[in-house]
């Protein structure tokens, strides 16, 4: 069965604090997706990665940055947290490169971070 | 004007009726289709595909696609109570994935 793995399903933070959100999958996908859902917004893309170390940036990358140090893992950092950050946070991979995107993606659990 | 748009609902319905939810969208370019369910504090997961114009049934699920019209339709026969979730829409233009905001639904025991 596929798995992604979030490291943390709730979360609270103080302004300016560092952020990191982990995601692991068991798959062996090349893809992999940090995505941000907001009331009436519906998912917005922040950083996607296609391989280990390189990373690309989405609709919304300002204030995140990502880490993609091995092919199951990728981070999430948010490098000083700010109260608009306050979300649920969903990671995602897929098998496809971006030349063939089906949209088949898989979806972890999710994070929800609340930024005091 | 975003490049998907989904009425966020919600929509409650009794059991046994039939859903229908639906999306429009401006990029003459997408080409696959797709609809995600969402249950509350879970990730979507994806519930029905399909590539260009035309229709696809599963089960008690259908997916219509009118490119033409840039309208995408979900219906849902004999609905359960197991449906209750919010349905994502999106869609492709083989390099960008983007989603609707979702509807809500309820289906009434």
């Known amino acids: 069965d596929v798995k992604v793995t979030q490291s943390s399903r709730y979360l609270v933070k103080r302004t300016g604090e560092k952020v990191f959100l982990e995601c692991v999958q068991d798959?062996?996908?090349?893809?992999m997706f940090w995505y941000r859902q907001d009331p009436g917004l519906g998912l917005r893309l922040i950083y996607f990665s296609y391989d280990v170390k390189m990373k690309e940036k989405g609709d919304i990358p300002e204030g995140y940055s990502v880490s993609r140090e091995k092919k199951e893992r990728f981070s999430l950092i948010l490098e000083s947290a700010s109260t608009n950050q306050t979300s649920m946070y969903l990671c995602?991979?897929?098998?496809?490169?971006?030349?063939?995107?089906?949209?088949?993606?898989?979806f972890g659990e999710g994070s929800r971070l609340t930024v005091l | 004007q975003k490049e998907v748009e989904q009425d966020p609902g919600p929509l409650s319905v009794p059991e046994g009726a039939i859903v229908s939810l639906n999306c429009t969208y401006s990029?003459?370019?997408?080409?696959?289709f797709m609809w995600y369910r969402q249950y509350s504090r879970k990730g979507p997961e994806l519930l029905m595909y399909t590539y260009s114009s035309g229709n696809k049934e599963d089960g008690r699920f259908t997916a219509q696609v009118d490119k033409s019209s840039k309208y995408i339709s979900l219906f849902i026969r004999d609905s359960q109570p197991s449906d209750s979730a919010t349905y994502l829409c999106?869609?492709?233009?083989?390099?960008?994935?983007?989603f609707g905001a979702g509807t809500t639904v309820t289906v009434r025991a």
């Open positions: 798959m062996d996908h090349e893809n």
């Open positions: 995602a991979s897929s098998l496809q490169t971006s030349g063939a995107n089906t949209g088949e993606l898989f």
């Open positions: 990029n003459s370019a997408f080409q696959y």
């Open positions: 999106a869609m492709t233009d083989d390099y960008k994935l983007s």
